[in-house]
């Protein structure tokens, strides 16, 4: 089955704590990327990848890293979390950038 | 940076009617608008997507409109179902770069 998954699901962590989110696809796809939703903010994007080893600033980079090592894969990374990043997290692939893109289950994060 | 504003941000229709939802971007260089719906507690999903070099694109009842001169695109949902509510989302897109706008609450009272 084509999709996106995302581990964990729901994290609840303390301020400072290095965190890693997974993201992986089975699709194929070139292109890969990371939001975070809030009410009344919609989606921002945080970074984005366009192949392996390419990735780039979206709306919302700091305090996130990313890394995109192999095609199907794009970890997002809070080296040292706070509380204003409690957030829900989706993670999203598309063959390209100007494609439709495939959103994963999300993953509710609370940092304490 | 681009900008993508939305509105409404809710809208309440009686099952039947017909919905609109309006979006403008700042970035003249945005080339490619997808429209999301989100249901309750779930991801997005696309619905609907327009190219900057077509004016209207239709599937069924849902419709997109884009005037690029204006820098304004519209989704259009006619006979409208309870099925249909849900968060709509537009979005402008240049180079893999996604702006959001900040969605519109769509109600369908039965």
């Given amino acids: 089955e084509a999709q996106v998954t995302q581990n964990p699901r729901y994290l609840i962590t303390v301020t400072g704590k290095k965190l890693t989110v997974t993201c992986s696809q089975n699709m194929?796809?070139?292109?890969?990327?990371?939001?975070?939703?809030?009410?009344?903010?919609?989606?921002?994007?945080?970074?984005?990848?366009?192949?392996?080893?390419?990735?780039?600033?979206?709306?919302?980079?700091?305090?996130?890293?990313?890394?995109?090592?192999?095609?199907?894969?794009?970890?997002?990374?809070l080296e040292s979390p706070s509380p204003n990043q409690t957030s829900l997290y989706f993670c999203a692939s598309s063959f390209f950038g100007e494609d439709t893109q495939y959103f994963g289950p999300g993953t509710r994060l609370t940092v304490l | 940076g681009e900008?993508?504003?939305?509105?409404?941000?809710?809208?309440?229709?009686?099952?039947?009617?017909?919905?609109v939802i309006k979006c403008t971007y700042s970035d003249s260089a945005s080339n490619y608008f997808p429209w999301y719906k989100q249901e309750l507690g779930k991801r997005p999903q696309l619905i609907i997507d327009i190219r900057s070099n077509v004016g209207e694109k239709k599937d069924q009842r849902i419709a997109v409109t884009l005037n690029k001169t204006a820098k304004h695109f519209s989704l259009h949902i006619t006979e409208t179902q309870?099925?249909?509510?849900?968060?709509?989302?537009?979005?402008?897109?240049?180079?893999?770069?996604?702006?959001?706008?900040?969605?519109?609450?769509?109600?369908?009272?039965?």
């Avoid at chain 2, 249909?84 to 009272?109: E, M, R």
Wanted: glycine share 8%.
């Fill in chain 2, 82 to 110: 309870p099925e249909d509510s849900a968060v709509y989302f537009c979005a402008a897109s240049n180079t893999g770069k996604l702006i959001f706008g900040q969605g519109t609450t769509l109600q369908v009272k039965p």
């Fill in chain 1, 28 to 77: 194929n796809h070139e292109y890969m990327s990371w939001y975070r939703q809030d009410p009344g903010l919609g989606l921002r994007q945080i970074y984005y990848s366009m192949n392996v080893e390419v990735t780039d600033k979206g709306d919302v980079p700091e305090g996130y890293k990313v890394s995109r090592k192999e095609k199907r894969n794009f970890p997002l990374i």
């Fill in chain 2, 3 to 19: 900008n993508v504003e939305q509105h409404p941000s809710t809208l309440s229709v009686q099952e039947g009617d017909s919905a």
